[in-house]
């Protein structure tokens, strides 16, 4: 069995001063969840006396590395850590073995696995299961049935439900939320982000009014109230944190998530992915000049960036239109080298030892300028090329109601040419949904250029877009999306990108449909888009929850007001710098803090949606 | 209030005083001659049987139930076998032990629960005597039989009967025996004549008390403390021996040292004669009570009640606190408090007088203590009062005097005396009251279902409602769907109101109580108020409202409960199969006649088949399942699939082309690459695709062979369905600019500019532009142009200045 590559939760051991900083600079701080979370790691970890290894199910190591490092788990005993495999677990002479799954069935026979060829082995090694985020009772059923679920000495379950990822954001990194919500009408992650609200109360406090649009988010809703009730008796004494929940189905704004996002964040985020606060980006671009070595030896390696609001620079830019973060960073360069500069001007003693004492600021905010010009560039490179242009261009076209209707050319190229076939979805998917439903006709010519292209086997693919609406024959009702869009103004022709005055600004045109909801129930209220709410899936609703007496907030003159957006199957990066916008636009009076299941984009969405999803082919 | 030591009487150090309780409100024809009476201590319920022994079946003997003030609970005839023993269990439960060694226990209002017999050898032998003890364990019952032999059974709710070793010599029933239990043992102490015998599990022994010589006379009355410390004993020749146990089991008995007062009580023995009732000091002094009446005497952790047919009294030691405030010419500092109060109230200035004396002594807080802790033990209720007046009064001139004791007492008080009004009936001393703790207090008032009183409790003493009001309600609605005259809908509207939101109060424990008593109807109304949706699930199940539990376990939103389902065909099922087996997936589309998915099911496998043939068949169960679910493109298009993939394996079988399992597209390519044009058109014909793509596809597979006649010839078969510009930057891609400029002509106008552009031709380029009138082409030909095309560059600002120009 492989050693699980520690670099990752090392890495973040390194950056645990500024983990920490960076969650607790917003209106609510999240060091608190985070905190909590990690106390219970700690008490869990010493309900195992003794030294420990811990076996880990993969996936769950990036969300960890959220919580925990490796150094907090060093200090609880835990000497070794492998990944979970088949077999015999590597020799270690430690007293605890201790599995961080989820609770999943094959991971479960794993788990057996292990512990069947163990056992004539070593005898003398405790056993222990943590699962995450809860336990289930048919896991437990499979370990009995596989007859080791008495060799467990503990079994306990860790709830991760929401986690702290930046700031003013919060997910659950629940992968397959919105595939299960409406493809397999499984609720599970739904009764998760009921439980993790609730978490969430705990600490911060009841939200007394609670907002929702769509069939989920009714259910959370629904479920919030439930467990309510249930905790009732042990009344929450803190003071709200938080004014109102917006819960959002992710299905009432399809569209936004095809859309490719223009902010420099999202557009990290379409090009290179960014994973749990990290990205891997290609090497070539931040090799390090230094004279004399020359070039002979290019790292190889990608180079791993850890991207939150730590970071001065990247916080200032993340969020702006692509378009505006070359003279973002040109200014920013220029205020660096004067800071650097001012040595010449430091004459005294004292003044010299006064820069001296910024140095280490300057050259950190310089090395971080350096790394943000690297990516500017390799990003610039993309979004100049003609195919970034032409696609665009025919995104824009289907966001403004062009041609929505018929066949559309540059889809057709882009099938001859083999492009791939995510693109092709993405650009399909949102045809329909700017049309509100394809007519059959082409609808049938799409699906048959795709299978006779990419391959039959895809029909499972089309059937699961079909089935989450993406996709979707058009029926006798007529096209309501151009009065959505006109109504919920989704198109700004003017959108400025430099210096933005709408949401618009981070689709260079468009504003996301979901935020222009948030933002209306701001203000003046959703009661003057009745008509629009209507015509997007699912009910919309408002409920209250009754504070204890003497918890009621006495607001002070001119504070904001705090609002929780959670997004129910998935938030792009571009949605949550519009929300950014929002909370620092002056006389809004209203702060954002953003959850969601999952952090998406149009790409990680749709696969996820895949049957067979296969690496795009050239 | 001078006579409050009226009432005393001294024994050797200590006082004993009687106190009336109740004046009993029932009415016993007979008194309680004749009767089987049993009593629960900590105020408990008195139970009375009379003439247990009437066999005759025309006249049953009345059972009755009532509580400690005499008040009816209970009263039914007997219609049971002969009744040897009544007693009653720590949970009030009533023990009746029958002559055949069966004991039916009944609940506190008479009703039925369960019997269990104490052995079948009893059967034939007879109960002769049997008897009731309580341990930290529970309740245990202890008989002996005819034929001389001892069961024990040491906790009633877990039932295991132990039969004794016989003793050597006993004939009939022992002259007297008691139980003693400690350190989880329990054994017999018998007496045969003058011998003394403790029996245990394996053996009998002997044992000798020290200082009782069997000239003293057959020992004909034993009895043991209520905490089992000391043992007293009775001759037929009138001497009394007490003994403090040390360990009950060896019998290691100590002479009661006799200088040696401890600081609570000292122990006394109370001997009851048909008219007298003796009361025994170890200092061998008496203290004699006339009695009247047949009374019965219940053991009490700091006292005795002595129940008879009018009346009740408690009489214990006087608690030293208040023997050092009322004993006559008392100057204990609370004696002084209260008097001190007293002259104040007086408007005297003795008060001031009092209080000095105290406070000279520092003893103001010791005095105020004592008060407080002297009214907790007084039942009077003016005693009370005047006591805590005192004390406050005496808190006044103390500064850092924690009111802790004071209030608690007097909340504790309060309480008291509602629960020992004689409506109530539980005369609990504050002792009793502490060690019996307010959880269980609340308890037997629930139980005695005085639910509005235990809800005034809780309330007044602020317990959390988890523990309090909750709890009460629960037991209250617990017991009101039991409630037979009511309907279904009046009970749950009761309920639900009075119950609301109570945090805490489990609907589905309730429901449960109902669906026992068998009313499902109405179990299922009260379950509606159930907020934990998971707690539904399982008692729904349980009355095989399936449909209903399915429903609130999609409500829940808890997959894992999706286990109570396996093996039921339900949609919510599928995403518990999902994490299952595929096969009960498949059976579950079957059952549900869901033929999308069941087809999706046969696609997904075909994928897993490795041999054609069975990929094939699984598809043709996809292409009827589509036929089914009425999708006639799945249809076609699996349709076209296996004809796609019989293609490939013909042609895999004759050219040996590699194509099984390739997309069309694909398949096309990888024909036109080698070189079977024949083929390609063939399925470009078959699957009727667009022309479009297959021109492009053929243009670049042409290109990219280099093939650049068949590019021409193919440009020329027909006019190109994607224009011509495609076929220059196709050549271009493969650098051929020559070939690519044949095609430059046969470009449509609009994209003129750009094929010229394409191979690099400057002059065409601007020539066109300048055709077109287009100043953005002319722009864009501009911007490619460079120092040494002047000339060019010349043209292009005229021809764009002269369309300014107009």
């Given at each position: 069995m492989m050693r699980l590559r520690r670099s990752h939760l090392i890495c973040c051991a390194a950056s645990k001063e500024k983990m920490a900083a960076h969650l607790s600079y917003g209106r609510v701080n999240l060091n608190i969840l985070r905190e909590a979370a990690r106390k219970?790691?700690?008490?869990?970890?010493?309900?195992?006396?003794?030294?420990?290894?811990?076996?880990?199910?993969?996936?769950?190591?990036?969300?960890?590395?959220?919580?925990?490092?490796?150094?907090?788990?060093?200090?609880?005993?835990?000497?070794?850590?492998?990944?979970?495999?088949?077999?015999?677990?590597?020799?270690?002479?430690?007293?605890?073995?201790?599995?961080?799954?989820?609770?999943?069935?094959?991971?479960?026979?794993?788990?057996?696995?292990?512990?069947?060829?163990?056992?004539?082995?070593h005898s003398s090694r405790d056993f222990h299961i943590l699962f995450v985020p809860r336990r289930s009772m048919l896991c437990e059923q499979r370990l009995k049935e596989q007859g080791v679920l008495a060799s467990f000495i503990n079994i306990d379950e860790y709830i991760l439900d929401l986690i702290p990822y930046d700031g003013d954001l919060l997910s659950m990194e629940y992968e397959s939320a919105f595939r299960e919500c409406y493809l397999e009408n499984d609720q599970t992650s739904l009764y998760h982000t009921a439980k993790g609200l609730m978490t969430l109360q705990a600490l911060y406090g009841t939200i007394p009014q609670i907002y929702g649009k769509g069939e989920c988010a009714r259910l959370v809703a629904n479920m919030m109230l439930r467990m309510k009730r249930e905790f009732a008796g042990s009344q929450n004494q803190i003071l709200p944190v938080f004014d109102t929940l917006l819960l959002l189905d992710r299905n009432v704004d399809l569209l936004t998530p095809l859309a490719t996002q223009l902010t420099y964040e999202g557009l990290i985020d379409e090009i290179y992915g960014i994973s749990n606060g990290y990205v891997k980006l290609p090497p070539e671009k931040f090799a390090q000049k230094k004279q004399g070595e020359g070039s002979k030896d290019l790292p190889t390696e990608p180079k791993k960036l850890q991207l939150n609001s730590a970071e001065e620079l990247y916080a200032e830019i993340r969020d702006k239109n692509f378009n505006a973060v070359g003279a973002a960073l040109s200014k920013k360069a220029k205020i660096i080298s004067a800071a650097f500069e001012e040595r010449h001007n430091a004459k005294t003693v004292g003044e010299i030892?006064?820069?001296?004492?910024?140095?280490?600021?300057?050259?950190?905010?310089?090395?971080?300028?350096?790394?943000?010009?690297?990516?500017?560039?390799?990003?610039?490179?993309?979004?100049?090329?003609?195919?970034?242009?032409?696609?665009?261009?025919?995104?824009?076209?289907?966001?403004?109601?062009v041609d929505t209707d018929k066949v559309n050319t540059y889809i057709e190229d882009c099938i001859a040419q083999k492009d791939p076939l995510i693109k092709i979805l993405r650009l399909v998917c949102m045809q329909s949904v700017c049309n509100n439903g394809l007519k059959h006709k082409v609808m049938d010519y799409y699906k048959r250029e795709i299978l006779q292209t990419y391959g039959y086997e895809h029909i499972l693919t089309l059937n699961n877009l079909e089935k989450a609406g993406l996709l979707k024959p058009q029926t006798g009702s007529r096209n309501n999306y151009p009065t959505i869009r006109k109504t919920l103004k989704l198109w700004m022709e003017d959108a400025n990108e430099q210096n933005p005055n709408d949401i618009s600004y981070v689709y260079s045109g468009y504003s996301p449909l979901s935020i222009r909801l948030t933002q209306i129930l701001a203000r003046p209220g959703w009661r003057s888009i009745e008509e629009v709410l209507k015509m997007l899936p699912g009910p919309h609703f408002e409920e209250r929850q009754q504070l204890p007496s003497g918890l009621h907030k006495k607001r002070q003159q001119g504070e904001n007001r705090t609002t929780l957006v959670f997004f129910l199957g998935g938030v792009t990066y571009a949605e949550i710098a519009a929300l950014r916008f929002l909370s620092q636009v002056e006389d809004s009076g209203m702060e954002y803090v953003i959850a969601t299941t999952k952090l998406i984009n149009g790409t990680t969405w749709i696969k996820s949606l895949m049957d067979r999803p296969e690496s795009p082919t050239q | 209030m001078a006579f409050i030591t009226a009432s005393w009487n001294p024994l050797g150090d200590a006082f004993y005083r009687s106190t009336d309780l109740y004046e009993m409100s029932w009415s016993l024809r007979d008194g309680l001659r004749d009767s089987l009476v049993a009593a629960a201590p900590y105020g408990g319920p008195i139970a009375l049987l009379r003439e247990p022994q009437r066999r005759s079946p025309s006249s049953r003997p009345q059972l009755e139930i009532y509580s400690a003030s005499g008040g009816t609970v209970a009263s039914f005839p007997w219609k049971s076998g002969p009744v040897v023993q009544l007693g009653w269990t720590v949970s009030d439960e009533l023990l009746c032990i029958q002559e055949d060694g069966t004991v039916l226990i009944y609940d506190l209002f008479?009703?039925?629960?369960?019997?269990?017999?104490?052995?079948?050898?009893?059967?034939?032998?007879?109960?002769?005597?049997?008897?009731?003890?309580?341990?930290?364990?529970?309740?245990?019952?202890?008989?002996?039989?005819?034929?001389?032999?001892?069961?024990?059974?040491?906790?009633?709710?877990?039932?295991?009967?132990?039969?004794?070793?016989?003793?050597?010599?006993?004939?009939?029933?022992?002259?007297?025996?008691?139980?003693?239990?400690?350190?989880?043992?329990?054994?017999?102490?018998?007496?045969?004549?003058?011998?003394?015998?403790?029996?245990?599990?394996?053996?009998?022994?002997?044992?000798?008390?020290?200082?009782?010589?069997?000239?003293?006379?057959?020992?004909?009355?034993?009895?043991?403390?209520?905490?089992?410390?000391?043992?007293?004993?009775?001759?037929?020749?009138?001497?009394?021996?007490?003994?403090?146990?040390?360990?009950?089991?060896?019998?290691?008995?100590?002479?009661?040292?006799?200088?040696?007062?401890?600081?609570?009580?000292?122990?006394?023995?109370?001997?009851?004669?048909?008219?007298?009732?003796?009361?025994?000091?170890?200092?061998?002094?008496?203290?004699?009570?006339?009695?009247?009446?047949?009374?019965?005497?219940?053991g009490e952790m700091d006292g005795v009640r002595i129940i008879s047919s009018s009346n009740q009294e408690l009489l214990q030691e006087v608690p030293l606190?208040?023997?050092?405030?009322?004993?006559?010419?008392?100057?204990?500092?609370?004696?002084?408090?209260?008097?001190?109060?007293?002259?104040?109230?007086?408007?005297?200035?003795?008060?001031?007088?009092?209080?000095?004396?105290?406070?000279?002594?520092?003893?103001?807080?010791?005095?105020?203590?004592?008060?407080?802790?002297?009214?907790?033990?007084?039942?009077?209720?003016?005693?009370q009062k005047s006591l805590m007046?005192?004390?406050?009064?005496?808190?006044?001139?103390?500064?850092?005097?924690?009111?802790?004791?004071?209030?608690?007492?007097?909340?504790?008080?309060?309480?008291?005396?509602?629960?020992?009004?004689?409506?109530?009936?539980?005369?609990?001393?504050h002792t009793q009251f502490k060690q019996l703790t307010l959880q269980v207090l609340i308890d037997r008032l629930v139980y005695r279902q005085f639910y509005p009183l235990a809800i005034e409790v809780c309330r007044y003493l602020k317990i959390p409602d988890y523990q309090g009001v909750s709890r009460v309600l629960k037991h209250w609605a617990s017991c009101k769907v039991q409630q037979k005259d009511l309907t279904d809908d009046a009970i749950a509207r009761a309920v639900c109101m009075k119950v609301g939101d109570s945090p805490g109060v489990s609907y589905s424990?309730?429901?449960?109580?109902?669906?026992?008593?068998?009313?499902?109807?109405?179990?299922?109304?009260?379950?509606?108020?159930?907020?934990?949706?998971?707690?539904?699930?399982?008692?729904l199940l349980k009355m095989k409202r399936s449909q209903l539990a399915l429903s609130k376990a999609v409500e829940s939103g808890d997959t894992d409960l999706g286990e109570c389902f396996t093996g039921r065909s339900q949609p919510l099922q599928t995403g518990f199969c999902k994490l299952q087996e595929q096969e009960t997936l498949k059976d579950l589309y079957n059952q549900d006649d869901d033929h999308q998915e069941l087809a999706n099911y046969y696609v997904t496998a075909s994928y897993r088949e490795k041999r054609l043939e069975g990929r094939l068949s699984l598809l043709q169960s996809a292409v009827d399942e589509y036929n089914k679910a009425k999708n006639e493109f799945a249809v076609k298009t699996t349709e076209d699939e296996m004809r796609l993939l019989r293609f490939q394996r013909k042609l895999d079988d004759e050219k040996g082309a590699g194509l099984l399992g390739l997309s069309l597209q694909v398949t096309m390519e990888t024909l036109l690459s080698l070189g079977l044009h024949k083929q390609a058109e063939q399925l470009y014909k078959d699957f009727r695709v667009p022309d479009k793509r297959y021109w492009w596809l053929k243009l670049k597979s042409l290109a990219e062979k280099e093939e650049w006649d068949e590019l021409e010839k193919f440009s020329k078969s027909k006019k190109s369905p994607i224009g011509y510009l495609a076929f220059v930057e196709v050549c271009i891609k493969c650098n051929n600019k020559y070939e690519a400029k044949k095609y430059v002509s046969k470009v449509t106008p609009e994209q003129k500019v750009k094929a010229h552009l394409a191979v690099g031709d400057l002059e065409g380029a601007a020539d066109a532009a300048i055709e077109r009138r287009n100043e953005a082409e002319i722009g864009a030909v501009l911007s490619r142009c460079s120092a040494s095309n002047s000339l060019v560059i010349e043209r292009l600002n005229r021809a764009r200045a002269a369309i300014a120009k107009k």
């Open positions: 219970e790691l700690r008490e869990f970890l010493d309900k195992c006396a003794g030294s420990k290894a811990i076996v880990w199910d993969e996936y769950l190591t990036g969300p960890f590395g959220l919580i925990a490092q490796y150094s907090l788990l060093k200090e609880h005993e835990v000497e070794k850590m492998f990944t979970l495999k088949n077999g015999r677990l590597p020799p270690a002479d430690v007293k605890n073995i201790i599995f961080f799954v989820r609770p999943r069935l094959e991971l479960m026979d794993i788990i057996a696995d292990n512990i069947t060829s163990e056992d004539r082995h030892k006064q820069f001296v004492s910024q140095l280490p600021h300057m050259q950190a905010a310089r090395s971080s300028l350096a790394n943000h010009t690297s990516i500017a560039e390799l990003i610039k490179d993309i979004t100049t090329s003609e195919a970034f242009f032409d696609n665009l261009t025919v995104e824009q076209e289907f966001m403004t109601g | 008479g009703s039925f629960k369960r019997h269990f017999s104490m052995g079948q050898e009893v059967v034939q032998s007879q109960v002769m005597e049997a008897k009731v003890f309580h341990s930290p364990y529970g309740t245990g019952i202890a008989i002996v039989t005819s034929s001389s032999r001892f069961t024990l059974a040491t906790n009633i709710d877990d039932l295991k009967l132990r039969r004794l070793p016989e003793v050597p010599g006993l004939q009939g029933k022992p002259s007297c025996w008691v139980v003693l239990t400690q350190d989880r043992q329990t054994k017999v102490l018998l007496s045969n004549g003058p011998e003394l015998f403790i029996l245990d599990n394996t053996s009998c022994t002997v044992v000798c008390p020290p200082g009782l010589s069997p000239q003293d006379g057959n020992i004909v009355h034993m009895s043991v403390s209520f905490s089992y410390k000391y043992l007293a004993l009775l001759t037929d020749s009138g001497h009394l021996w007490t003994a403090l146990l040390l360990h009950p089991f060896n019998l290691e008995f100590t002479c009661l040292p006799r200088c040696r007062r401890p600081k609570s009580q000292q122990p006394s023995v109370v001997l009851m004669w048909d008219r007298l009732l003796l009361v025994v000091g170890v200092c061998n002094e008496t203290i004699q009570y006339p009695i009247e009446d047949p009374c019965v005497l219940v606190v208040c023997q050092d405030i009322f004993k006559i010419a008392s100057m204990a500092p609370g004696a002084l408090l209260l008097e001190a109060h007293r002259e104040y109230e007086k408007s005297s200035q003795k008060a001031d007088e009092y209080l000095r004396e105290i406070k000279e002594q520092s003893m103001l807080g010791e005095a105020v203590r004592q008060c407080v802790e002297a009214a907790g033990h007084e039942y009077d209720t003016n005693t007046r005192a004390a406050s009064f005496g808190k006044c001139f103390l500064t850092d005097f924690s009111p802790d004791q004071f209030v608690t007492t007097c909340r504790e008080l309060r309480v008291l005396n509602a629960v020992r009004d004689s409506s109530v009936g539980l005369p609990l001393t424990d309730i429901a449960a109580k109902a669906y026992e008593c068998g009313r499902a109807e109405l179990a299922i109304k009260l379950l509606d108020f159930e907020a934990r949706s998971g707690e539904q699930v399982p008692l």
